[in-house]
Protein backbone atom coordinates (compact mmCIF):
# COMPACT_ATOMS: atom_id res chain seq x y z
CA UNK A 1 0.00 0.00 0.00
CA UNK A 2 1.06 3.56 -0.75
CA UNK A 3 1.66 5.92 1.98
CA UNK A 4 2.22 10.04 1.53
CA UNK A 5 0.04 10.50 -1.21
CA UNK A 6 -0.43 13.79 -2.35
CA UNK A 7 -3.52 15.48 -1.13
CA UNK A 8 -4.32 17.25 -4.38
CA UNK A 9 -5.07 13.97 -6.02
CA UNK A 10 -8.52 13.45 -6.86
CA UNK A 11 -8.89 9.27 -6.63
CA UNK A 12 -6.68 8.55 -3.56
CA UNK A 13 -8.79 5.17 -3.23
CA UNK A 14 -7.34 3.67 -6.59
CA UNK A 15 -3.49 5.17 -5.56
CA UNK A 16 -3.56 3.54 -2.39
CA UNK A 17 -3.41 -0.13 -4.19
CA UNK A 18 -0.25 -2.13 -4.33
CA UNK A 19 1.54 -0.34 -7.16
CA UNK A 20 2.19 -3.32 -9.32
CA UNK A 21 -1.38 -3.42 -10.06
CA UNK A 22 -1.36 0.06 -11.36
CA UNK A 23 -1.66 -0.18 -15.16
CA UNK A 24 -4.06 2.14 -17.96
CA UNK A 25 -6.65 -0.96 -18.01
CA UNK A 26 -7.45 -1.22 -14.09
CA UNK A 27 -7.28 2.89 -13.83
CA UNK A 28 -10.68 2.93 -16.51
CA UNK A 29 -12.36 -0.33 -14.75
CA UNK A 30 -11.68 1.78 -11.71
CA UNK A 31 -12.96 5.49 -12.83
CA UNK A 32 -16.04 3.45 -14.87
CA UNK A 33 -17.28 1.97 -11.71
CA UNK A 34 -17.37 5.68 -10.26
CA UNK A 35 -18.94 7.42 -13.31
CA UNK A 36 -20.25 4.68 -15.41
CA UNK A 37 -21.25 7.06 -18.47
CA UNK A 38 -17.58 8.78 -18.79
CA UNK A 39 -15.89 8.59 -21.68
CA UNK A 40 -12.75 7.44 -23.07
CA UNK A 41 -11.12 10.77 -23.78
CA UNK A 42 -12.43 11.92 -20.01
CA UNK A 43 -10.53 8.84 -18.53
CA UNK A 44 -7.76 8.89 -19.88
CA UNK A 45 -6.94 13.00 -19.34
CA UNK A 46 -7.82 12.54 -15.72
CA UNK A 47 -5.29 9.72 -15.54
CA UNK A 48 -2.55 11.72 -16.79
CA UNK A 49 -3.99 14.85 -14.49
CA UNK A 50 -3.18 12.11 -11.83
CA UNK A 51 0.09 10.90 -12.90
CA UNK A 52 1.51 14.76 -13.40
CA UNK A 53 0.37 14.95 -9.79
CA UNK A 54 2.80 11.66 -8.76
CA UNK A 55 5.38 12.86 -10.60
CA UNK A 56 5.97 15.97 -8.88
CA UNK A 57 5.75 14.37 -5.79
CA UNK A 58 8.04 11.17 -5.98
CA UNK A 59 11.39 11.38 -7.06
CA UNK A 60 12.60 9.57 -10.57
CA UNK A 61 14.77 7.20 -8.58
CA UNK A 62 12.44 5.42 -5.92
CA UNK A 63 10.44 2.69 -7.19
CA UNK A 64 7.55 4.93 -7.28
CA UNK A 65 8.72 7.45 -9.61
CA UNK A 66 9.86 4.75 -11.84
CA UNK A 67 6.27 2.87 -12.06
CA UNK A 68 4.75 6.03 -12.37
CA UNK A 69 7.28 7.08 -15.76
CA UNK A 70 6.68 3.79 -16.83
CA UNK A 71 2.40 4.02 -16.67
CA UNK A 72 2.84 7.53 -17.98
CA UNK A 73 4.95 6.23 -21.36
CA UNK A 74 2.06 3.56 -21.90
CA UNK A 75 -0.37 6.00 -21.87
CA UNK A 76 1.08 7.97 -24.22
CA UNK A 77 2.06 5.21 -26.77
CA UNK A 78 -2.30 4.46 -26.69
CA UNK A 79 -2.71 8.62 -27.08
CA UNK A 80 -0.30 8.40 -29.95
CA UNK A 81 -2.33 4.73 -31.44
CA UNK A 82 -5.56 6.50 -31.16
CA UNK A 83 -5.17 10.05 -32.55
CA UNK A 84 -6.30 11.13 -35.93
CA UNK A 85 -4.24 11.61 -38.43
CA UNK A 86 -3.08 15.62 -39.37
CA UNK A 87 -5.25 17.36 -42.13
CA UNK A 88 -3.46 18.16 -44.91
CA UNK A 89 -4.69 21.46 -46.59
CA UNK A 90 -3.64 21.76 -50.37
CA UNK A 91 -2.88 24.80 -51.92
CA UNK A 92 -4.76 25.95 -54.82
CA UNK A 93 -3.18 27.30 -57.72
CA UNK A 94 -4.82 29.76 -60.10
CA UNK A 95 -3.86 28.57 -63.75
CA UNK A 96 -2.71 32.07 -66.06
CA UNK A 97 -5.05 32.30 -68.80
CA UNK A 98 -3.42 32.20 -72.14
CA UNK A 99 -3.67 35.37 -74.12
CA UNK A 100 -6.62 34.58 -76.81
CA UNK A 101 -4.81 33.02 -80.15
CA UNK A 102 -6.03 33.25 -83.91
CA UNK A 103 -6.70 29.76 -84.92
CA UNK A 104 -6.72 29.62 -89.17
CA UNK A 105 -9.47 28.45 -91.52
CA UNK A 106 -7.21 25.88 -92.25
CA UNK A 107 -6.11 24.40 -89.27
CA UNK A 108 -10.06 24.29 -88.24
CA UNK A 109 -10.98 22.23 -91.35
CA UNK A 110 -8.32 20.03 -90.36
CA UNK A 111 -9.46 19.58 -86.58
CA UNK A 112 -12.90 19.27 -87.26
CA UNK A 113 -12.07 16.23 -89.66
CA UNK A 114 -9.97 14.25 -86.90
CA UNK A 115 -12.72 14.36 -84.40
CA UNK A 116 -15.22 12.85 -86.73
CA UNK A 117 -12.42 10.23 -87.12
CA UNK A 118 -12.13 9.31 -83.61
CA UNK A 119 -16.09 8.92 -83.66
CA UNK A 120 -16.33 6.34 -86.03
CA UNK A 121 -16.42 2.87 -85.30
CA UNK A 122 -13.59 0.45 -85.67
CA UNK A 123 -14.05 -1.98 -87.68
CA UNK A 124 -11.98 -4.42 -85.18
CA UNK A 125 -13.65 -6.82 -82.69
CA UNK A 126 -12.42 -7.61 -79.33
CA UNK A 127 -13.04 -11.20 -78.17
CA UNK A 128 -14.55 -11.61 -74.65
CA UNK A 129 -12.46 -12.38 -71.81
CA UNK A 130 -13.59 -16.05 -69.84
CA UNK A 131 -12.50 -16.42 -66.18
CA UNK A 132 -12.86 -20.11 -65.16
CA UNK A 133 -15.01 -20.72 -62.33
CA UNK A 134 -12.45 -22.34 -59.80
CA UNK A 135 -10.06 -18.86 -60.02
CA UNK A 136 -13.56 -16.53 -59.38
CA UNK A 137 -14.30 -18.80 -55.86
CA UNK A 138 -10.54 -18.86 -54.76
CA UNK A 139 -10.67 -14.99 -54.95
CA UNK A 140 -13.49 -14.79 -53.30
CA UNK A 141 -12.02 -16.74 -50.33
CA UNK A 142 -9.12 -15.01 -50.15
CA UNK A 143 -11.00 -11.67 -49.99
CA UNK A 144 -13.09 -12.98 -47.27
CA UNK A 145 -9.75 -14.11 -45.32
CA UNK A 146 -8.19 -10.33 -45.37
CA UNK A 147 -11.83 -9.15 -44.50
CA UNK A 148 -11.59 -11.53 -41.19
CA UNK A 149 -10.51 -9.76 -38.04
CA UNK A 150 -7.61 -11.84 -37.00
CA UNK A 151 -7.41 -13.44 -33.39
CA UNK A 152 -4.59 -13.74 -30.92
CA UNK A 153 -3.91 -15.89 -28.42
CA UNK A 154 -0.54 -16.12 -26.17
CA UNK A 155 -0.22 -19.43 -23.69
CA UNK A 156 2.00 -18.00 -20.89
CA UNK A 157 2.53 -20.91 -18.61
CA UNK A 158 0.37 -24.66 -18.84
CA UNK A 159 0.52 -27.25 -16.59
CA UNK A 160 -1.27 -30.91 -16.05
CA UNK A 161 -3.41 -28.73 -13.29
CA UNK A 162 -4.47 -25.56 -14.75
CA UNK A 163 -3.30 -22.48 -17.20
CA UNK A 164 -2.58 -19.22 -17.52
CA UNK A 165 -3.39 -17.17 -20.84
CA UNK A 166 -3.66 -14.78 -22.48
CA UNK A 167 -7.32 -13.23 -23.66
CA UNK A 168 -7.66 -11.07 -26.45
CA UNK A 169 -8.16 -7.29 -25.27
CA UNK A 170 -7.70 -4.66 -27.47
CA UNK A 171 -8.52 -0.78 -27.18
CA UNK A 172 -10.18 1.35 -29.91
CA UNK A 173 -10.66 -1.96 -31.97
CA UNK A 174 -6.87 -2.60 -32.59
CA UNK A 175 -5.57 -5.70 -33.28
CA UNK A 176 -2.63 -8.20 -32.29
CA UNK A 177 -0.21 -9.72 -35.01
CA UNK A 178 -0.69 -13.21 -34.76
CA UNK A 179 2.10 -13.70 -37.46
CA UNK A 180 4.55 -11.55 -35.53
CA UNK A 181 3.61 -12.74 -31.92
CA UNK A 182 3.00 -8.90 -30.60
CA UNK A 183 0.76 -8.76 -28.01
CA UNK A 184 -1.20 -5.14 -26.82
CA UNK A 185 0.95 -4.19 -22.93
CA UNK A 186 -2.81 -4.21 -22.02
CA UNK A 187 -3.72 -8.43 -22.21
CA UNK A 188 -5.32 -9.08 -19.22
CA UNK A 189 -3.63 -12.49 -17.61
CA UNK A 190 -6.56 -14.82 -16.75
CA UNK A 191 -6.84 -18.07 -15.38
CA UNK A 192 -9.45 -20.07 -16.55
CA UNK A 193 -8.59 -23.63 -16.92
CA UNK A 194 -8.60 -25.65 -13.38
CA UNK A 195 -11.10 -28.41 -14.58
CA UNK A 196 -8.81 -31.49 -13.52
CA UNK A 197 -7.86 -29.34 -9.77
CA UNK A 198 -8.42 -31.02 -6.62
CA UNK A 199 -9.04 -29.31 -3.36
CA UNK A 200 -8.89 -32.74 -0.97
CA UNK A 201 -11.38 -32.93 1.55
CA UNK A 202 -11.60 -30.88 4.83
CA UNK A 203 -8.93 -31.52 7.81
CA UNK A 204 -9.44 -33.86 10.56
CA UNK A 205 -11.73 -31.91 13.45
CA UNK A 206 -8.97 -32.09 16.16
CA UNK A 207 -6.46 -30.43 13.13
CA UNK A 208 -9.21 -27.64 12.11
CA UNK A 209 -7.55 -23.90 13.03
CA UNK A 210 -10.48 -22.51 15.58
CA UNK A 211 -10.76 -18.60 15.93
CA UNK A 212 -13.40 -16.72 18.42
CA UNK A 213 -15.24 -20.48 18.01
CA UNK A 214 -15.66 -20.29 14.44
CA UNK A 215 -14.20 -23.00 12.19
CA UNK A 216 -12.13 -21.10 9.55
CA UNK A 217 -10.68 -24.17 8.04
CA UNK A 218 -14.65 -24.62 6.89
CA UNK A 219 -14.82 -21.21 5.80
CA UNK A 220 -11.27 -21.67 4.40
CA UNK A 221 -12.48 -24.81 2.40
CA UNK A 222 -15.71 -22.94 1.13
CA UNK A 223 -13.70 -19.97 -0.42
CA UNK A 224 -11.49 -22.46 -2.23
CA UNK A 225 -14.76 -24.07 -4.07
CA UNK A 226 -15.72 -20.79 -4.48
CA UNK A 227 -13.03 -19.67 -5.92
CA UNK A 228 -12.09 -22.84 -8.09
CA UNK A 229 -15.92 -22.41 -9.92
CA UNK A 230 -15.06 -18.88 -10.73
CA UNK A 231 -11.83 -19.92 -12.33
CA UNK A 232 -13.58 -22.98 -14.14
CA UNK A 233 -16.51 -20.30 -15.07
CA UNK A 234 -15.51 -16.47 -16.52
CA UNK A 235 -12.07 -16.70 -15.19
CA UNK A 236 -10.13 -15.18 -12.51
CA UNK A 237 -7.67 -11.89 -13.41
CA UNK A 238 -4.19 -11.67 -11.73
CA UNK A 239 -4.76 -8.34 -10.97
CA UNK A 240 -8.17 -8.22 -8.97
CA UNK A 241 -8.08 -11.54 -7.89
CA UNK A 242 -4.44 -12.50 -6.27
CA UNK A 243 -6.32 -13.85 -3.24
CA UNK A 244 -8.61 -16.40 -5.35
CA UNK A 245 -5.69 -17.52 -7.25
CA UNK A 246 -3.81 -18.01 -4.13
CA UNK A 247 -6.54 -20.18 -2.96
CA UNK A 248 -6.50 -22.54 -5.51
CA UNK A 249 -2.40 -23.72 -3.91
CA UNK A 250 -3.47 -23.67 -0.82
CA UNK A 251 -2.09 -20.75 0.11
CA UNK A 252 -4.24 -17.88 2.67
CA UNK A 253 -3.37 -14.26 1.89
CA UNK A 254 -4.32 -12.09 4.48
CA UNK A 255 -4.25 -7.66 3.60
CA UNK A 256 -5.75 -6.01 6.55
CA UNK A 257 -8.72 -3.68 5.40
CA UNK A 258 -7.62 -5.55 1.99
CA UNK A 259 -9.37 -8.31 1.32
CA UNK A 260 -11.76 -8.95 -1.66
CA UNK A 261 -15.39 -9.11 -1.85
CA UNK A 262 -15.38 -12.50 -1.78
CA UNK A 263 -13.21 -13.22 1.32
CA UNK A 264 -15.32 -10.57 3.14
CA UNK A 265 -18.82 -12.38 2.45
CA UNK A 266 -17.50 -15.73 3.17
CA UNK A 267 -15.20 -14.79 6.44
CA UNK A 268 -16.79 -11.46 7.09
CA UNK A 269 -14.50 -8.18 8.27
CA UNK A 270 -14.04 -9.17 12.04
CA UNK A 271 -13.65 -12.45 11.94
CA UNK A 272 -10.37 -11.74 9.24
CA UNK A 273 -9.10 -9.26 11.80
CA UNK A 274 -8.72 -11.84 14.50
CA UNK A 275 -7.36 -14.40 12.27
CA UNK A 276 -4.47 -12.01 11.22
CA UNK A 277 -4.12 -11.32 15.05
CA UNK A 278 -3.96 -14.67 15.80
CA UNK A 279 -1.02 -15.18 13.37
CA UNK A 280 0.70 -12.37 14.25
CA UNK A 281 0.61 -13.47 18.17
CA UNK A 282 1.74 -17.20 16.88
CA UNK A 283 4.83 -15.87 15.26
CA UNK A 284 6.34 -13.23 17.72
CA UNK A 285 4.60 -14.79 21.05
CA UNK A 286 8.76 -16.07 21.54
CA UNK A 287 10.25 -13.30 23.62
CA UNK A 288 14.12 -13.39 22.35
CA UNK A 289 16.59 -10.82 23.01
CA UNK A 290 19.78 -10.51 21.02
CA UNK A 291 23.04 -10.75 22.53
CA UNK A 292 24.73 -6.79 23.21
CA UNK A 293 27.79 -7.31 22.80
CA UNK A 294 26.84 -8.85 19.50
CA UNK A 295 24.80 -6.32 18.48
CA UNK A 296 27.03 -3.71 19.13
CA UNK A 297 29.94 -5.60 16.68
CA UNK A 298 27.29 -5.90 14.19
CA UNK A 299 26.81 -2.32 14.46
CA UNK A 300 30.25 -1.32 14.19
CA UNK A 301 30.82 -3.72 11.20
CA UNK A 302 27.49 -2.43 9.40
CA UNK A 303 29.02 1.31 10.09
CA UNK A 304 32.84 0.56 8.87
CA UNK A 305 31.32 -0.81 5.75
CA UNK A 306 28.68 2.46 4.97
CA UNK A 307 31.65 4.09 5.34
CA UNK A 308 33.88 2.03 2.64
CA UNK A 309 36.30 1.82 5.83
CA UNK A 310 36.32 -2.03 4.87
CA UNK A 311 35.54 -4.27 1.38
CA UNK A 312 32.43 -6.51 2.17
CA UNK A 313 34.64 -9.77 1.95
CA UNK A 314 36.37 -8.25 5.39
CA UNK A 315 32.67 -7.61 6.60
CA UNK A 316 31.51 -11.34 5.88
CA UNK A 317 34.43 -12.86 7.51
CA UNK A 318 33.66 -10.85 10.78
CA UNK A 319 30.05 -11.65 11.13
CA UNK A 320 30.79 -15.21 10.41
CA UNK A 321 32.99 -15.17 12.97
CA UNK A 322 30.14 -13.62 15.18
CA UNK A 323 28.09 -16.59 14.73
CA UNK A 324 30.20 -18.88 16.21
CA UNK A 325 28.74 -20.50 19.58
CA UNK A 326 25.38 -18.32 19.32
CA UNK A 327 21.78 -19.52 19.50
CA UNK A 328 19.94 -20.74 15.92
CA UNK A 329 18.13 -17.40 16.04
CA UNK A 330 20.63 -15.39 16.30
CA UNK A 331 22.46 -17.31 13.57
CA UNK A 332 19.56 -16.98 11.71
CA UNK A 333 19.38 -12.60 12.03
CA UNK A 334 23.29 -12.64 11.12
CA UNK A 335 23.34 -14.96 8.35
CA UNK A 336 20.53 -12.76 6.48
CA UNK A 337 22.27 -9.67 7.42
CA UNK A 338 25.69 -11.77 5.81
CA UNK A 339 23.46 -12.36 2.64
CA UNK A 340 22.08 -8.68 2.21
CA UNK A 341 26.04 -7.92 2.02
CA UNK A 342 26.82 -10.56 -0.33
CA UNK A 343 24.07 -10.19 -3.26
CA UNK A 344 22.20 -6.72 -2.69
CA UNK A 345 24.05 -3.86 -5.03
CA UNK A 346 24.92 -1.10 -3.12
CA UNK A 347 23.44 1.60 -6.01
CA UNK A 348 19.85 1.84 -6.48
CA UNK A 349 19.30 0.28 -10.02
CA UNK A 350 17.57 2.36 -12.85
CA UNK A 351 15.97 -0.08 -14.58
CA UNK A 352 12.45 -1.61 -12.48
CA UNK A 353 13.30 -4.53 -11.24
CA UNK A 354 11.43 -8.14 -12.27
CA UNK A 355 9.54 -10.85 -10.26
CA UNK A 356 12.44 -13.32 -10.75
CA UNK A 357 14.97 -10.54 -9.59
CA UNK A 358 13.00 -9.32 -7.34
CA UNK A 359 12.99 -12.82 -5.37
CA UNK A 360 16.45 -14.19 -5.83
CA UNK A 361 18.58 -10.91 -5.02
CA UNK A 362 16.18 -9.32 -2.55
CA UNK A 363 14.12 -12.04 -0.95
CA UNK A 364 15.57 -15.04 -0.85
CA UNK A 365 18.70 -13.68 0.78
CA UNK A 366 16.58 -12.63 3.99
CA UNK A 367 13.92 -15.06 4.06
CA UNK A 368 15.81 -18.44 3.22
CA UNK A 369 18.05 -18.48 6.46
CA UNK A 370 15.02 -17.04 8.65
CA UNK A 371 12.46 -19.62 7.71
CA UNK A 372 14.81 -22.63 5.50
CA UNK A 373 16.33 -25.35 7.65
CA UNK A 374 17.37 -28.39 5.66
CA UNK A 375 18.62 -30.25 8.82
CA UNK A 376 14.91 -29.90 9.85
CA UNK A 377 13.23 -30.63 6.42
CA UNK A 378 12.63 -27.16 6.56
CA UNK A 379 12.72 -25.62 2.76
CA UNK A 380 12.23 -22.16 1.15
CA UNK A 381 10.79 -23.06 -2.44
CA UNK A 382 10.30 -20.65 -5.58
Known amino acids: MVNDLPKTLRHLDYWKRDSLTWSVKSYETYYYEQDPGSAVTAVRTSLLGELRILEAHYAESTNYGMRIADLKTKLDKIHKKTAPPPA ?23 TAQQSTAFKTPLNSTVKPVTVKKATLKKTAQLSAVLKTPRKFTVKAYRSPSRRIVDIPSFDDGEEADSFTGIAPVDCPVIINDAVRLQLGPLPRKESRWIVNNVDVSEKWHFFKEESLKLSNGGGLFVESHVQQILSLSHILLLKPKQHCPLMVEVFGAELLGAMHNDIMQRLTEQELEFDAEVAIKLTCTIKHLQREEITRDIAVSELQSLMTGRAYEECAILKAIKNI ?33 PERGVFLRW
Open 341 to 373: IERVPRATLKSPVGEVELCTTYIDPVLSPIIAD
Open 88 to 110: TVKKVVKKAVPPPTTVKKALLNK
